[in-house]
């Protein structure tokens, strides 16, 4: 099954015509979608966007840019939104030094929270880095000292050395439409070499829409641009690519059905 794991359907690129992207996404072979939370403030929206389609589940979480008006200081509240039968994971949280939209010791107690709430929970953690990947890997190391957890990394970006320790941890790693881009020839690499058993694929649109849609808004059918790119690069077969990250999906999301919905 092809699944968009990570994508945004409560921001306005989607507002106007939500039911023909979620419509288009199903003709192009689509069959799971997780719209991620990005502000405790704002999910009650995220959640009734997921509530409104039986293929489309949520997260619940706080995005590192937000930490510092929304970040968490306790887990209860993603503990208790973590409890409907359409929040499936927790996040995305992170940590983001590339903009630095938020106090970097907010950002950090904020993911250290999130990981809470997902070994609590057993949900996934969907983990947002960027320019901080010495601090992500050691953070994610306290936590998994602390007690296992499951993670994916989203819309990879990062090091090999991040993704050998996320991979040494356990946790999963997600490549959206930037892994199209010629000049992501980092990212190439490392897709070549993660274990099939641990990748995922994404499109977190409306942003970075993969070749041939770049510079367009993105939207959940471009998944599938993104899925044939990573199956030429590792050489395998389009329907074995959507086979194994399929398979990937549901043992990470184990929350989500996998049977007809």
């Known amino acids: 099954m ?4 990570h994508c945004h359907l409560d921001f306005l690129d989607f507002a106007d015509n939500r039911d023909e992207f979620v419509e288009r996404a199903r003709r192009a072979g689509v069959g799971r979608i997780v719209t991620i939370g ?3 403030s704002q999910f009650d929206g995220v959640r ?3 509530e409104a389609y039986s293929d489309v589940f949520c997260s619940v979480g706080v995005h590192p840019h937000n930490a510092g008006e929304e970040g968490l200081s306790e887990p209860e509240f993603l503990l208790e939104q973590a409890k409907h039968p359409k929040v499936v994971g927790i996040g995305e949280s992170g940590l983001d030094y590339f903009y630095d939209k938020a106090p970097r010791d907010r950002q950090a107690e904020s993911f250290r929270v999130h990981i809470e709430a997902a070994r609590e929970t057993g949900l996934p953690l969907i983990v947002h880095t960027r320019d901080a990947d010495d601090d ?3 953070i994610l190391k306290e936590g998994h000292e602390a007690g296992a957890f499951p993670c994916v990394i989203h819309c990879f970006t990062a090091s090999q050395k991040l993704a050998d320790a996320c991979l040494a941890m356990g946790h999963y790693i997600s490549f959206s439409g930037i892994l199209t881009f010629k000049s992501a020839t980092n990212i190439h690499e490392v897709a070549k070499v993660i274990p099939a058993d641990r990748m995922l694929v994404e499109t977190d649109s409306p942003y970075l ?28 077969d389009y329907q074995t690519l959507l086979n194994q990250t399929g398979e990937n999906f549901f043992r990470l999301f184990s929350k989500v059905p996998s049977g007809e919905l």
């Open 38 to 40: 990005t502000r405790p």
């Open 209 to 236: 829409a993969p070749v041939p849609k770049r510079g367009k808004s993105n939207e959940p059918s471009y998944v599938a641009h993104t899925a044939a790119f990573l199956a030429e690069l590792r050489g395998m």
């Open 48 to 50: 009734a966007i997921a």
């Open 136 to 138: 992500t890997i050691a």
């Open 2 to 5: 092809l699944v968009d794991s």
